[in-house]
């Protein structure tokens, strides 16, 4: 047997085992740990991979839920029914001049309203075509508005061409199923100071907004004599045209007629039809015997590139009629409404019947104006009691009724997003520049409106109410319907549900409720405790809403979301979310910012949602214990009293160093400047900011004054009062200015193309505010009683006898008022808040 070879064994290579040698148990033991923990990292990889792809979908699902939110309507009952605004449940609500935003027209309070309305133009004047129709200032009206509105059964308006005016009234009756009848009566009567009487055309229209059907009857080759008509709110119905009768009132022997049947794709296309349809073809004869061509409506032939991008409307029947009768002045047309379900119809309304209504309703208008402001008795002339008459009537006139989808977007989506499509009884603060709601104006409008008809308030409030989604947000500006949409610029149409406003609609529910507190038993007053009670679940959320969305750095401090972020092109960002748009705050937004009047307005909210919940019997000690803390006076000084300028100011990352400056713009030598960018104003900041009081002295400083915050024996009250009354910081004739007239950011415009806003101009809202708290202050024991009766007494006088002397140098009611003259300036007529003065002249807050 041959000897085994002998191997050499090195240090880098362990001699292998024999076949029938077993691993040692050392061996055994790495090996199965190896492979543990290699399972062990399996498993690890796989549940990190399990866990990855439940996060990523459970993010996705948590995005699409969060994204969907924001078009969620909160879950708790409606406060108002489905069919509160109908025919059959409010039928003397029904029909209204729920229009605002056309200087004459009706509708119904429902979703697709058959619509009527009218335009008219003055014939052979200068300009080629003068068509009027939706309020516009660019008319330049000498004037228009609501001499008599009741809000319920009848108006009188006014309205002043340049050589002739037209008073339009309507009145309604109730009866049969449908909101009864309604007459219009149009009369046009030259200015004194015209060289000849004006030959104008009328042109009366019905069109359906996507539902409904009307058919023309002619009489006489052009003249529509009627309209008959069905929907599913109206039923059968009629519209009369009946022939002008000119001064004498005998038959208009000189009339012309024409009509125009056709199909509208959208209520905000009817004036562009009418434009689109008119001719020169039509011969007028004159009283003289003279002939004139003249411009009247003919056939419609929308545009190529119109019925390109919308499909042919396949509806049989027209959906858009219009009578034109042309007619020298003086004359008066009716035309009548006539519901088919109104079997008992005692006589027509028209003629003589028509204008002893007028006269009852008018009648019973003076009488109940004076029963509840009380006028005559403070000994007011007349001219300022028509006045007062005119500010309430073109509220109630400015009442709208809109219905459609709101666009919005969250930070949860990439793209703005369709609201539910929802309506909206609302006053809107100007039938030509805003002719929509807005929340924080809307509050201010039922202050004066609960005074004459708590009804509206209620509805009103309810309606914006029930658009609340589901975390407490309610778009702040309501733009439904492509008719309102149609008057916004694109950049305001979207909003955002970080944004809040003032939540005003308070300060109308503390009103509803102090006429319950004083008159229990009376009737008008007694729906307000059911009302509460419905409303109270979505007011609960929106208070919540403000109170965790709106929170500020500090406890019990609070900021509005929502500035302009391009801090390059403002001179200071706007916060528009504050209503006061362009009023100073902190020169670089952040999150350390204090707003005092948010602050001020979360005060006043948690007492009047104490004070609802302890009406209801509902718990009120957390809402009590809120208002006890943001009253606290200690509380105010320390987040907002600035030492330096002894006033209550913002707090932020603010510097005053700050100036727009024209930006360079480099162009190479050679190179012509024109194919470079144009030159823009820009800031410039030349003192970097730095956490500190804003130090702007204006309406933001008075809030824990206006909305009575302070203590009456508050000493900061004397210092408010000096500033108040000081003419070189608040003081003028006419009103308190909202910005410090020793200010540096006083009457500075905001951009290249923004004008100063809020930053000297008057505005009656907020001095409504301090008007109503000197009376509170006065009225209340303290140190400072007699200063403020005393301011009250001169405030009170100075804005009431200017706004009163615009109006009657003007013939509108203004958005704001110079601060140097007087003068109204803004958009015009504006009757929302700026109609508070009537408030103010009957002494009622």
Not at 129 to 140: A, F, P, S
Not at 598 to 603: E, I, K, N, T, V
Request: include cysteine.
């Amino acid at each position: 047997m041959g000897r085994q070879r002998k191997r050499v064994v090195t240090g880098e290579a362990a001699p292998l085992p024999r076949k029938d040698e077993k691993p040692s148990a050392f061996h055994r033991k790495e090996k199965k740990k190896k492979a543990d923990i290699g399972k062990v990292f399996i498993n690890i990889s796989i549940g990190l991979c399990i866990f990855s792809l439940i996060w990523f979908f459970y993010a996705i699902y948590m995005r699409s839920s969060l994204a969907k939110r924001v078009v969620t309507l909160h879950p708790s009952p409606r406060v108002l029914d489905a069919n509160s605004s109908s025919a059959k449940v409010s039928p003397e609500r029904f029909w209204g001049s729920y229009r605002p935003q056309v200087y004459f027209g009706m509708k119904t309070r429902s979703p697709k309203s058959i619509v009527t309305g009218m335009m008219w133009m003055r014939q052979f004047s200068d300009l080629d075509v003068n068509l009027r129709h939706t309020c516009e200032q660019g008319d330049h009206l000498q004037g228009y508005g609501w001499l008599m509105h009741d809000g319920l059964t009848f108006g009188v308006q006014e309205i002043q061409d340049n050589d002739f005016t037209l008073t339009t009234e309507f009145v309604k009756r109730t009866g049969g199923d449908h909101g009864g009848d309604w007459t219009w009566r149009i009369t046009a009567k030259q200015h004194s100071n015209a060289p000849q009487a004006p030959v104008i055309s009328l042109m009366f229209y019905a069109a359906a907004d996507t539902q409904g059907s009307l058919q023309a009857h002619v009489e006489e080759k052009n003249r529509l004599a009627s309209i008959s008509g069905f929907s599913e709110e109206l039923g059968n119905f009629k519209i009369t045209f009946r022939k002008p009768v000119t001064g004498e009132f005998s038959s208009a022997k000189y009339a012309s007629y024409n009509y125009l049947q056709t199909v509208s794709p959208g209520l905000e296309k009817l004036t562009n039809i009418v434009k689109l349809s008119l001719n020169r073809r039509f011969v007028y004869n004159l009283p003289s015997g003279e002939k004139r061509y003249y411009i009247a409506v003919d056939t419609y032939k929308p545009p190529h590139q119109q019925s390109q991008q919308k499909p042919d409307d396949t509806r049989q029947e027209s959906d858009f009629v219009v009578h034109q009768v042309t007619v020298q002045a003086p004359f008066q047309i009716e035309v009548l409404f006539e519901s088919g379900s109104s079997y008992n119809r005692p006589n027509q309304l028209a003629d003589s019947i028509m204008t002893e209504e007028l006269e009852k309703r008018k009648s019973e208008f003076h009488a109940k104006f004076e029963k509840i402001f009380g006028l005559e008795s403070k000994g007011f002339s007349q001219g300022h009691i028509t006045f007062a008459k005119a500010a309430l009537s073109n509220i109630l006139g400015g009442m709208g009724y809109f219905y459609g989808e709101s666009v919005v977007q969250s930070v949860y989506n990439e793209y703005p997003l369709l609201y539910p499509e929802g309506a909206l009884y609302t006053a809107v603060p100007s039938r030509s520049f805003f002719p929509r709601g807005f929340l924080w104006d809307e509050g201010f409008h039922q202050l004066l409106l609960s005074k004459w008809d708590p009804q509206v308030t209620r509805e009103a409030i309810a309606h914006w109410i029930d658009l609340m989604n589901m975390e407490g947000w309610i778009p702040r500006e309501q733009i439904l319907g492509d008719e309102a949409r149609s008057k916004v610029p694109a950049e305001f149409i979207v909003q955002r549900n970080e944004n809040a406003n003032p939540p005003t609609l308070f300060l109308a529910l503390q009103e509803l409720i102090e006429q319950l507190s004083s008159n229990p038993d009376e009737a008008a007053t007694q729906p307000t405790l059911p009302f509460l009670r419905r409303l109270f679940p979505r007011l609960k959320t929106w208070f919540e809403w403000y109170n965790t969305t709106q929170t500020g750095p500090r406890s019990n401090s609070y900021r509005w979301r929502g500035r302009d972020k391009d801090t390059n092109l403002f001179l200071n960002p706007k916060t528009l979310t504050s209503g006061l748009d362009d009023y100073p705050r902190a020169s670089h937004p952040s999150a350390d910012e204090r707003h005092v009047d948010l602050h001020c307005w979360m005060a006043l909210s948690s007492g009047i949602m104490a004070s609802i919940a302890q009406l209801l019997g509902e718990p009120h000690q957390d809402y009590k214990l809120s208002h006890d803390v943001l009253s606290d006076n200690t509380l105010l000084d320390e987040l907002h009293w600035s030492e330096q300028l002894r006033a209550f100011s913002d707090y932020g990352n603010h510097t005053q160093s700050v100036s727009l400056q024209r930006e360079k713009v480099y162009v190479p030598p050679g190179q012509p400047r024109h194919q470079f960018p144009v030159a823009r104003l820009v800031r410039s900041v030349h003192r970097a900011p730095k956490l500190q009081y804003v130090n702007a002295l204006g309406y933001v400083s008075l809030f824990p004054f206006i909305l009575q915050i302070l203590q009456p024996d508050s000493a900061k009250l004397e210092h408010i009062f000096r500033d108040m009354r000081d003419s070189k910081k608040l003081w003028t004739p006419y009103g308190l200015r909202s910005l410090s007239k020793a200010d540096p950011l006083y009457m500075q415009r905001n951009t290249e193309h923004d004008a100063p806003y809020w930053r000297g101009p008057i505005w009656i809202n907020i001095n409504y505010l301090a008007v109503r708290a000197l009376h509170h202050y006065s009225n209340a024991k303290g140190p400072y009683q007699e200063k403020a009766a005393a301011l009250y007494e001169e405030l009170r006088t100075n804005i009431i006898n200017n706004v009163y002397k615009q109006y009657v140098e003007t013939g509108y009611i203004w958005e704001q008022y110079n601060d140097s003259t007087g003068k109204g300036q803004g958009s015009h007529p504006f009757t929302g808040w700026s109609a508070l003065t009537v408030l103010m002249m009957a002494e009622q807050y």
